[in-house]
């Protein structure tokens, strides 16, 4: 039987989130939650949108999982915080995994945590609590990701790093062997790391440069 699942969250990610678990038998999505001055429709993809000062009487621990569906707001705090005000108040938390993710079954995947379909895990990784890594995303062996971190699409993380507590890893971003990025790290799109960085270091590529020309002159 399915259990009864609680999605935190009424913006894109909690969208995403509904999306991926109602392909998930093994959950059953009742709604959402949200903070009372955050809540606008009272309605989410089909399903209610309840204020989150009210979830411990509408939908007690007992009865549910819960999902806290927020992106890498504030640097991962805002999903953090409420996370663990959920986890004081004895909710137990589902995560997920895509059935299309390439897995080694050794890896440790801590609670709220979400990996995105094409992502591939070597072994011997170890995932924290509420972690997400986005589509199409390789993790190298051996490798360790702390508490809330964000790990964008299509990025690369080569063996034995070590990402940071609340550390944002953007889209497409590479990240070398034996790196260590301190707790709360933000590595921009596109940006290659080959040093350790310090904790709540901010580090970003080029931007691209546009060219004088129109792109009809350009031979491909």
């Not at 001055?37 to 939908?59: A, M, T, Y």
């Not at 059935?99 to 990784?125: F, L």
């Not at 360790?144 to 940071?164: P, Q, Y």
Request: charged share 20%.
């Amino acid at each position: 039987m399915a259990e009864q699942l609680l999605i935190y969250g009424n913006g894109q990610m909690a969208e995403l989130a509904w999306a991926r678990f109602r392909r998930d038998p093994r959950h059953s999505v009742v709604g959402f939650a949200v903070d009372r001055s955050l809540l606008g429709e009272g309605e989410l993809c089909g399903l209610p949108v309840i204020p989150f000062e009210e979830v411990e009487r509408r939908f007690p621990p007992s009865a549910v999982r819960m999902f806290v569906a927020v992106g890498p707001v504030r640097n991962n705090h805002i999903r953090a915080d409420r996370y663990l005000r959920a986890k004081s108040m004895g909710y137990r938390f589902a995560s997920y995994v895509s059935p299309r993710a390439v897995i080694d079954p050794a890896v440790r995947i801590g609670e709220n945590c979400s990996i995105g379909d094409n992502v591939v895990v070597d072994p011997y990784v170890r995932f924290g609590d509420d972690v997400w890594i986005g589509t199409g995303a390789v993790i190298g062996h051996h490798s360790e990701l702390g508490d809330h971190c964000f790990v964008g699409v299509n990025c690369t993380v080569l063996g034995s790093v070590r990402i940071g507590a609340y550390s944002l890893v953007g889209a497409g971003a590479v990240i070398r062997d034996r790196i260590s990025l301190g707790d709360g790290s933000i590595v921009g799109v596109g940006a290659t790391i080959v040093r350790d960085t310090a904790p709540e270091s901010v580090h970003v590529a080029p931007e691209a440069v546009q060219l004088p020309i129109s792109s009809g002159r350009v031979r491909l």
